[in-house]
């Protein structure tokens, strides 16, 4: 029989093969992967990194667009693994994206319980501008939460410059010279301090700070001061104030606020050093490091204005 070659056919199932070769994170790998299929506005973007306030397992990360400076349509979603561990990729989309963390669970670093993020709590990165490729190593916290919540509320909003801005500046403020990839040490990890650079420990010990800070004030869930850190720094001021002048509302039960449920002043600067210098005193700490391997930081939050810059 004679074979009859049909090109027409055969040159769009090589493309259609091809396209399925490069679609990264199709179907359950990954963590979940969830893909928006690509487009003719630009190439695939694939986004990894990790969640920590410790690790957060379970989590649900979703990449929203920026619109004239607002978050705007939802462009993919992943899980975390236990290792707060997170992969997504989407397609035909540039410009600055929002990570939105919500839902999951970790292990407090100044209890050692395992907490859940309460229902009205996030954490949130803004990356300033992507087109295509990979982008790697993306660290969610509570530091770059703070930024995020900061870039949004400037003028003009989550502009490419406003993002870069409130990034480098809560950097800054934290002694860590890029908070979207500087992986946070974890000073519940027996000797963990041997291995990490400074910015390291500075990021890690200025979350765990925060997390003794919630301890303290008796918080069932120490996600709440996460929300209360991105509230504070709305604003640009860590003063317990957010933008419009407004006081900054504690969630959870509070045992040392005075019977007052609004964020202390000095919660963001010398109340967060202090909290920082019990945690490294305490047995919650066994990263191997003291108090005197943080004094630089917690001198700069101690004398601090409040002023992020």
């Known amino acids: 029989m004679k074979r009859v070659s049909r090109p027409g056919i055969v040159l769009p199932l090589m493309l259609l093969f091809a396209s399925l070769l490069v679609l990264p994170g199709c179907g359950g790998g990954d963590g979940g992967v969830t893909t928006v299929p690509e487009s003719d506005a630009g190439g695939i973007v694939s986004i990894s990194g990790t969640a920590v306030k410790g ?65 009205n709590d996030v954490m949130t990165a803004v990356l300033p501008s992507i087109s295509s490729g990979a982008v790697t190593g993306i660290q969610i916290t509570p530091v770059t939460s703070m930024a995020q919540a900061m870039a949004g509320n400037m003028a003009g909003g989550m502009t490419t ?100 449920t609004m964020m202390q002043g000095n919660a963001g600067t010398s109340g967060l050093a202090n909290a920082m210098s019990v945690f490294m005193s305490s047995g919650m700490n066994r990263s191997g490091l003291t108090a005197a391997d943080m004094q630089a930081l917690m001198n700069q939050l101690s004398s601090s204005s409040g002023a992020i810059r």
């Open 161 to 260: 410059a406003n993002v870069t801005t409130a990034n480098m500046a809560m950097g800054n403020y934290f002694m860590v010279k890029d908070i979207l990839t500087t992986p946070p040490m974890n000073p519940s990890i027996a000797g963990a301090g041997a291995g990490a650079s400074q910015d390291m420990r500075n990021y890690g010990v200025a979350i765990a700070g925060m997390m003794q800070y919630a301890k303290q004030l008796g918080m069932p869930s120490s996600s709440g001061m996460v929300t209360a850190m991105m509230n504070d720094a709305t604003d640009g001021v860590m003063n317990g104030m957010m933008t419009g002048g407004k006081p900054v509302a504690m969630g959870g039960g509070m045992s040392m606020m005075g019977g007052g």
């Open 55 to 119: 690790p957060v397992n379970g989590g649900t990360v979703t990449a929203y667009a920026v619109n004239n400076g607002a978050m705007g349509a939802r462009l993919a979603s992943a899980s975390t693994d236990p290792q707060g561990n997170f992969t997504m990729s989407f397609g035909g989309y540039s410009g600055p994206v929002v990570l939105s963390m919500s839902g999951g669970s970790y292990t407090d670093e100044a209890t050692g319980s395992t907490m859940t993020m309460a229902a």
